[in-house]
Every structure is written in structure tokens, then in C-alpha cells.
């Protein structure tokens, strides 16, 4: 058994949210933790920095080749559980797998329903809605590499979605939940980590990570991670907002392709 937690998600489906949440759960701080110092409890695993500094010249192949040895040097960062970010499928890719069983103690999967994520992936990238939903459906999506980051493979929505709801030790965490019971179903990822949550620290820990809480520190002080295509990183922080918002034939054509995925977590 591995020592590595995933932290995994499609993108803009809470991952930060709840890396932010472990953060001050774990830290315990006396005021919220500092947005821009998240890397300090979890890694992001697609950062260049892991892969060397060559990082932005490597093929898809060469990252690949590289990935168990950077899930190995990961495990490394903590004589503990070791919390790291991921957008990948868990899928393989030129024979490595994009997450490593080895190195793997579980998983925690946030989902969101797909209509919001495509509304808030369009905001981030500042791309159409369009596009976004086209790219949530093609199977071979992916994020380039670049300077700063390898290449992500994150697959289409629905692929991404089974690659780890249906995977062994996985705790699944549906965005919706953690909106409407924060409580309980924050709590059931302290226990999943292998502890009941203590209620005083688990009530600061998620009113620290709340959303009002980083929208204020972002607009204070910026978030390094911010998207490229509108002024903020956290837009709204509620379910269904794509109800008021999206027209309903782009609904449609997201629930025509993901439709018996989006089921499956009660999204229709």
C-alpha cells in the first residue's frame, strides 16, 4: 500500500475547495489559510517542477516514462499520508498508468454536475460554452504541457467520472453534498482519512474554506492559480447554476452524452 491520498477531480468541480478544507483542518490555523500556500499540505502533481527542468521540452511519451518516478519522489514529501492533486483519468497511457497503483493508500473524487462544470470551465479558460461542452465529450481531451505544468489527460467527463467512482478505494464526494450538508459530508472525508472529525475544528475548518472566505482572500490578495478568462477564480460557489444560465440545447446536448453517468450520481 502507497502512501499518496488523490486528491482528483474534473477541473472546476471543487478540488480546490477541498484542498483548501484539509488545509485548515489539518493545520488547525488561527485564522483562514492562505490560498496561495496550498502546495504546503498537498501537491499539484502536473507541475513542471516534479518532472525537472526540461519539464516543458518532454513529450507526452517522456512524461509518461517519467510518472511512476515522480509518484515515488512524492511519497517522499511526508512520513505521512501524502495529499496530491490530479486532474488525470485514472487511466494508462503509453503503458504508465497517470496515476500510479503503487504509490496509491486511496483516493478522494469530487464530482459536479457536468452543466456546472462546463459553465465554469468556459469562465475559466474563456473559452465559449460551446467549445467547452464539446471538449467534455471528446475522450481524448487533454491538457497540453507547458512550462509550468506536464500534459493532463483528462478524457471525456464520463470517462474521467468511472475511471475513479469505479475504482477501489475511492471516497466519492458529490460537489451538490458538500454545498448542502457541509457538515456531514466534510466530515465523512476526515473519517475516511481515519479519524472522526472533531466538531469544533471541523466547524472552523469549513467556515475557513468557505466560499466567501477564499472569494475575500482572492480578492485581497489574487489566486496564483486564477483561470485566464475572467477576473476571478471563485465565481459563485452554489449547484445549478446552469439552470439560469445556460441555454437549455446545450443542456441537452451534455445530458444526450453523459446521460447514464450523470444518473448514476443522481444529476437526473
Known amino acids: 500500500m502507497g502512501k499518496i491520498v488523490w486528491l482528483a477531480s474534473y477541473p472546476k468541480s471543487g478540488n480546490t475547495w477541498v484542498r483548501a478544507f484539509l488545509h485548515n483542518y489539518i493545520a488547525q490555523p488561527g485564522a483562514p489559510y492562505d490560498i496561495n500556500a496550498l502546495t504546503e499540505f498537498s501537491a499539484v502533481e502536473c507541475a513542471a517542477a516534479f518532472f525537472g527542468p526540461d519539464a516543458g521540452r518532454m513529450t507526452n511519451e517522456d512524461v509518461q516514462r517519467a510518472r511512476e518516478s515522480v509518484h515515488a519522489a512524492l511519497t517522499k514529501l511526508s512520513d505521512d499520508l501524502v495529499f496530491v492533486k490530479t486532474h488525470n483519468a485514472r487511466l494508462v497511457v503509453h503503458k504508465a498508468a497517470l496515476c500510479t497503483p503503487a504509490y496509491t493508500a486511496g483516493a478522494i473524487y469530487i464530482v459536479r454536475d457536468p452543466r456546472d462544470v462546463a459553465l465554469s470551465y468556459a469562465a ?36 474521467h467520472a468511472r475511471s475513479w467512482a469505479e475504482s477501489p478505494g475511492v471516497l466519492l464526494v458529490r460537489y451538490e453534498d458538500l454545498c448542502a450538508a457541509p457538515t456531514v459530508h466534510f466530515g465523512r472525508i476526515v473519517k475516511f ?22 472569494s475575500a482572500q482572492e480578492a485581497a490578495n489574487g489566486y496564483q492559480a486564477g483561470g485566464q478568462g475572467g477576473p476571478v477564480f471563485f465565481r459563485a460557489g452554489v449547484g445549478g447554476q446552469w439552470r ?5 440545447a446545450q443542456a441537452q446536448r451534455i445530458t444526450r452524452v453523459h446521460g447514464e453517468v450523470m444518473r448514476k450520481f443522481g444529476y437526473l
Open 124 to 159: 475559466y479558460l474563456g473559452h465559449p460554452i460551446d467549445d467547452v461542452i464539446d471538449f467534455m465529450g471528446n475522450e481524448k481531451a487533454a491538457n497540453a504541457g507547458d512550462e509550468r505544468q506536464v500534459f493532463e489527460l483528462l478524457s471525456s467527463w464520463s470517462a
Open 193 to 214: 482519512l481515519g479519524g472522526e472529525a472533531e466538531p469544533e475544528r471541523l466547524a472552523r475548518a469549513i467556515a475557513f474554506s468557505d466560499f466567501r472566505t477564499l
Open 244 to 248: 439560469d444560465v445556460m441555454h437549455p
